[in-house]
């Protein structure tokens, strides 16, 4: 277990600091998480509160956001490739971006229909967002959410298509899981552990949580997560879902730690 650091003593601190929301299972930060356990690189993690304005956090690193990286006085990294390559910069091995430049584009092609803008997450979160959404304009729950989701673009017609959207990307990793697996590879990408696996073991979460003794969070959080549509059922191939478990068990640390 790490240790958990409000923003005004991380600020004090060197070394690798990562910002995460506190209590809850954020595929960005799990993701970051599971990049420098993977490197065994020493980490405080630094609290950031949901739906809050972090105040400390911002006048910190400028952001309010999570996941981030502070590594000694350099700036906060928050973009997933960001991150990666700092992990990569701190420790060379194992390397977690493949050396083949064809795999390596593969990769980060992938990564982004995960992480990136109208990715797997992004999507998503749009599906989230969209009940609160529908509240009236007054009301809490509604305006609690209201700043992520302007972050996310939020309109009732991208939250519509927002399912066939997540129904491709997992399409799309399926298909890419059993080429792997039919050439005789283990991972999502080339002949070895990569940042994608780690990042599509996160990013599950929003498909299908980990069970509660694993990943203790809130049954309304849990609810949200694993809620099923039926174009997302039917493109869900369960062996993206073993594929998930295998990297948990075999390269990540469980229960994930929370800070609760």
């Known amino acids: 277990m790490s240790s958990w650091l409000t923003p005004e003593a991380a600020r004090d601190r060197t070394g690798l600091r990562l910002v995460l929301t506190v209590g809850v299972p954020g595929p960005w930060g799990e993701a970051a ?8 690189i020493a980490c405080s993690y630094v609290i950031q509160v949901p739906a809050e304005p972090n105040v400390a956090l911002r006048a ?3 952001e309010y ?3 981030q990286a502070v590594y000694d006085d350099e700036p906060a990294r ?12 701190l420790c060379a091995e194992p390397g977690l971006i493949p050396s083949l430049p064809a795999d390596r584009v593969l990769m980060f092609g992938l990564l982004r229909e995960l992480a990136g803008e109208h990715g797997l997450g992004w999507s998503r979160r749009l599906m989230l967002l969209a009940p609160l959404m529908a509240l009236p304009a ?3 729950g509604r305006t609690a959410m209201a700043d992520m989701a302007a972050r996310y673009a939020y309109s009732d017609a991208a ?12 399409a799309l990793f399926a298909a890419q899981l059993r080429a792997q697996r039919e050439a005789g590879r283990a991972w ?5 552990l990569s940042a994608l696996d780690l990042y599509w073991a996160a990013f599950a979460a929003l498909i299908e949580p980990l069970p509660h003794e694993q990943c203790p969070m809130p049954d309304y959080l849990r609810a949200a997560y694993g809620a099923s549509h039926p174009a997302i059922d039917a493109a869900l191939d369960r062996a993206l879902l073993d594929h998930r478990d295998a990297i948990y068990a075999e390269h990540l640390a469980l229960p994930l730690d929370l800070g609760t």
């Open 188 to 192: 999502l990408v080339g002949d070895r």
């Open 159 to 170: 939250a519509a298509a927002a399912p066939d959207r997540v129904a491709e990307i997992l």
């Open 78 to 89: 928050t973009g997933y490739a960001d991150i990666i390559f700092l992990a990569e910069r």
């Open 138 to 140: 007054e009301h809490p």
């Open 65 to 67: 956001n999570a996941p």
């Open 60 to 62: 910190w690193t400028g």
């Open 33 to 40: 998480k599971a990049l420098f356990h993977v490197k065994r």
